[in-house]
């Protein structure tokens, strides 16, 4: 028998008005999986990760978390399956301290986990333990990415979504947040990263997913997808 | 003016001012947050005072009334919200001001089938029912301070609410990014309905509050709407902070020009508006 996936999607179609973004895709995490979703701009990465939150809702398909269907169910109800979610562009509330902005995330998680605390989450980040009291649009940019995962690991996930974790960062800073990311995968939360840096991601995710146009071009795992780089040069021009 | 006339109408200036506090702190709350405007809001306002009058005949004690009052009043809100509010948020402000109007109306006629469109008197509890004379001619009656410190003991907690506790974090958070609460698995809708029951409770506690100074009458609740909505925009709309500085501010304009120049004293209001929306546009106090 294998493990329940964390998050599933089936045949997913969704619609942004009449642009028919996602077209029957099937998407699957399982626990302590890292997973790379790949495509190039506008191929409905963000649109896939946003149907499966329930933040945007597919119009057919079906999305499953911990095997039950929760395609009607709102955002927060699946959040709280133990997924986290750090969007494209941070989403951080500028007008909250540092401290409040992780304090509010704050639970145990979906199995009752207590791991994550502010403790350890301003231990594992020292530069936000340095700005505890700032507010949050007093960050730099990458400051404010690792305030979104540590936010995100407040909530103490079984999965973390990280959507252009380290887009518009300074190399120095993306490195720092690419070794955070792959510490997290190394505690065991499962992840789902997208980012334009293709070595960096397939050398630390499992499997990899590549969309084009809304549909699956490749699903497979990383030793598979790096054995053929043409894919990588067909549909993301690498 | 004498130092006695100027403190008693210093006084009242504070205790007007603190009491449209209550409304104007809901409004900017649920204009600020849920980005509803709320014409009903006055109504509420005059919902408290009725119940004040309806639950003080039942328990023969205004306080008793009020210990009643603040659950019912909340309850009210949070089903009002339910049923109706809650379907506003996405929508434009005209269908907000249709709805929002409607309720008005038929709270205005509600009033008037329950308790009839005469004047009603809601008498002090007795415990608060002296004054402290303060020359041989002037005293101030015990009650008004006691409004003015149930006022600040209330403008107090909502700061430690809004400021400190986690409700308040999530409360300024959704103001700002209602998708992204949600991502992190809060309840955003519910938050939603305790701001909105919150604001009725403390518009009604208001309207409890007045009662007794006020009286109990029809259409109460629209002259405290208008100038709540003035308190919202010269504070800046979404700021207790503002709403707070602005109520205080909006109390002495109304109470020293009804003194000073008693013939252009509906003006007062309406110039320190003009005059602060020249100066900051956006309000005192920036939404936070």
New interface residues.
């Given amino acids: 028998m294998t493990a329940t996936p964390i998050i599933e999607g089936r045949d997913l179609h969704t619609y942004y008005g009449a642009s028919h973004i996602l077209r029957g895709v099937d998407f699957t995490v399982s626990r302590g999986e890292a997973v790379a979703l790949m495509g190039r701009n506008g191929m409905g990465k963000s649109t896939l990760l946003k149907s499966l939150?329930g933040?945007v809702r597919p119009q057919r398909g079906e999305v499953r978390a911990g095997g039950e269907n929760v395609t009607a169910q709102?955002?927060?109800r699946i959040?709280?399956r133990g997924i986290?979610?750090v969007?494209e562009g941070r989403?951080i509330?500028?007008?909250?301290s540092v401290r409040?902005?992780l304090?509010?995330?704050?639970?145990s998680g979906a199995r009752g986990q207590r791991e994550w605390t502010l403790d350890r989450v301003l231990a594992s980040f020292p530069r936000l333990a340095d700005r505890i009291g700032h507010a949050g649009d007093a960050l730099s940019g990458g400051e404010q990415q690792m305030l979104t995962i540590g936010?995100?690991l407040m909530?103490n996930p079984d999965l973390l979504i990280l959507d252009e974790a380290t887009e518009g960062l300074a190399p120095l800073m993306a490195r720092e947040i690419w070794a955070i990311i792959v510490a997290i995968r190394a505690s065991g939360i499962a992840t789902v990263v997208v980012d334009r840096n293709h070595a960096a991601v397939t050398a630390l995710a499992d499997r990899a997913v590549i969309l084009v146009k809304g549909q699956v071009v490749f699903s497979g795992t990383a030793t598979e997808l790096r054995a053929k780089p043409e894919l990588l040069h067909t549909h993301l021009g690498v | 003016m004498d130092l006695p006339t100027f403190l008693i109408q210093l006084l009242n200036a504070v205790q007007y001012g603190l009491l449209l506090f209550l409304v104007a702190s809901g409004l900017t709350l649920i204009f600020g947050i849920m980005g509803v405007i709320n014409l009903a809001h006055g109504a509420f306002y005059m919902v408290g005072a009725y119940l004040a009058f309806a639950l003080t005949g039942l328990t023969g004690n205004l306080l008793f009334a009020i210990l009643l009052g603040i659950p019912l009043a909340f309850a009210f809100g949070a089903l009002l919200e339910w049923l109706l509010y809650a379907h506003l948020y996405k929508r434009d402000h005209l269908e907000q001001v249709l709805l929002t109007y409607g309720l008005i109306l038929i709270f205005e006629e509600g009033r008037s089938l329950l308790f009839g469109d005469d004047v009603h008197g809601v008498d002090v509890p007795a415990l608060f029912a002296a004054s402290i004379p303060l020359t041989d001619t002037l005293s101030y009656p015990v009650y008004r301070l006691v409004i003015s410190a149930a006022c600040i003991a209330l403008a107090a907690g909502l700061f430690l609410l809004i400021r400190r506790t986690?409700l308040g974090?999530?409360i300024?958070?959704g103001?700002?990014?209602r998708?992204?609460v949600?991502?992190?698995?809060?309840?955003?809708?519910r938050t939603y309905r305790i701001v909105f029951a919150l604001g009725v409770a403390l518009a009604a506690f208001g309207g409890m509050l007045a009662a007794p100074v006020s009286s109990v009458y029809p259409g109460m609740g629209n002259q405290v709407l208008i100038i709540s909505f003035v308190v919202v925009v010269i504070g800046g709309i979404g700021s207790v902070t503002g709403a707070l500085v602005a109520s205080l501010v909006i109390g002495l304009a109304d109470t020293f020009g009804k003194v000073l120049v008693p013939e252009y004293a509906g003006l007062a209001v309406y110039l320190v508006m003009a005059a602060v929306l020249l100066w900051r546009p956006e309000g005192i106090f920036r939404?936070?």
């Fill in positions: 939150l933040l709102p955002t927060h959040a709280r986290a979610y969007p989403g509330f500028p007008n909250l409040e902005n304090v509010m995330a704050a639970r936010r995100a909530t | 986690k974090m999530v300024r958070a103001s700002h990014d998708d992204m949600q991502a992190l698995g809060i309840d955003i809708d939404r936070g």
